[in-house]
């Protein structure tokens, strides 16, 4: 029996992780700034998303926009942010370190693995900076990562879907692979057929624009939102063809 869907949503406020939850999603990815990508959320969000959602909670440790090449003061950075959401019980980090030459930064990569343990941890987008995403992807099975989240270094998942059937033919059930970048309710179904994955990301087609329309307000521009409708769009086209739940 093939394994079910796993559908991760990307939230950016703990409003937003309670209605992916009531939409039906299995998990959330906890950030901050995702205007620039994601950052790390705060410990009061971190908390309080923890506090009221039954599903697994993991949480972008980035801490900063940019490239994932990091010095000694954003590691320590990155290792406390680790250990501070390691604490406040979220069930995985979502993080990714490449070296100055766009490979994986194995030895950086190998020491936070170990501190966040037994947390889940999955390798983000950084894997579609690298130079070569297949031998990326052996380093990160080396290193004992549990799923790397890519759209195969494209805008979209589905323009990358031919790299991320590789990625999944390479991987062999060795580490899940987790495809993010544009999937929506629309492509999902096409997406999953063509690439194998058993894991999908979905963001902004899950989210509505959100904030105040008055024109006095412009000062504070509007923000996306979750949507819990939108979230089970999406799960309905993935459990139309799936046949079920992953519990």
Do not use: K, Y
Not at 76 to 87: G, Y
Not at 101 to 125: D, W
Not at 154 to 179: H, K, Q, T
């Amino acid at each position: 029996m093939q394994q079910p869907i796993t559908i991760e949503i990307c939230v950016g406020d703990v409003e937003s992780a309670i209605a992916a939850e009531a939409g039906g999603a299995d998990r959330v990815e906890l950030c901050d700034n995702l205007a620039v990508g994601g950052t790390t959320p705060s410990a009061g969000t971190i908390a309080e998303a923890v506090r009221w959602l039954s599903i697994p909670v993991h949480v972008l440790i980035r801490p900063r926009a940019g490239d994932f090449v990091h010095g000694e003061r954003e590691l320590a950075v990155i290792r406390r942010d680790i250990e501070a959401a390691r604490a406040l019980g979220v069930a995985g980090v979502v993080l990714g370190l490449l070296d100055d030459r766009r490979r994986i930064a194995s030895s950086q990569m190998a020491a936070l693995i170990e501190l966040a343990r037994p947390l889940s941890v999955t390798f983000h987008r950084a894997i579609d900076a690298a130079l070569d995403p297949l031998d990326a992807l052996d380093r990160l099975i080396e290193l004992g990562v549990d799923r790397v989240l890519s759209s195969a270094g494209r805008p979209s998942a589905i323009e990358g879907a031919s790299m991320l059937r590789s990625m999944v033919d390479r991987a062999a059930g060795r580490i899940a692979i987790m495809a993010g970048g544009r999937v929506s309710a629309a492509n999902v179904d096409n997406l999953i057929r063509t690439t194998g994955v058993r894991e999908i990301h979905v963001g902004s087609a899950a989210a509505r624009v959100a904030g105040c329309s008055d024109p006095v307000d412009q000062a504070f521009p509007p923000w996306h939102r979750t949507d819990a409708r939108l979230v089970q769009a999406v799960v309905e086209a993935v459990r139309s063809r799936s046949g079920g739940s992953p519990g």
